[in-house]
């Protein structure tokens, strides 16, 4: 229900749709690459996760566009932050 209310709407909710995406997709690589970079985690549960040199650069990568996405997402919804 929500895509065809957006292809209704403005370009501004448009907009904050691609960024709340944006935000969800970035945490949830960012997530998946911690627990695969992690030293700890997964030798725990008895796993070993190669390829170290594919893993931290993909978490890197996330989590400056994870900041970078809420960042854009505060500034869209500046208003109703200092409204409160």
């Known amino acids: 229900w ?6 209704r709407r403005g370009g501004r909710l448009r907009l904050g749709a ?4 944006l935000v ?3 945490l949830a690589l960012c997530a ?6 992690s030293a700890t985690v997964l030798p725990a549960v008895g796993l070993f996760s190669p390829g170290y040199f594919f893993w ?4 890197s990568f996330s989590a400056k566009l994870l900041l970078a996405a809420l960042l854009v997402h ?3 919804h500046w208003r109703g932050l200092r409204a409160k």
């Open 24 to 26: 969800f997709a970035s």
């Open 2 to 7: 929500r895509l065809p209310a957006l292809a």
């Open 56 to 59: 931290d650069p993909l978490h």
């Open 32 to 37: 998946v690459s911690g627990l695969m970079v």
């Open 74 to 76: 505060a500034f869209l």
């Open 18 to 21: 691609a960024v709340d995406c």
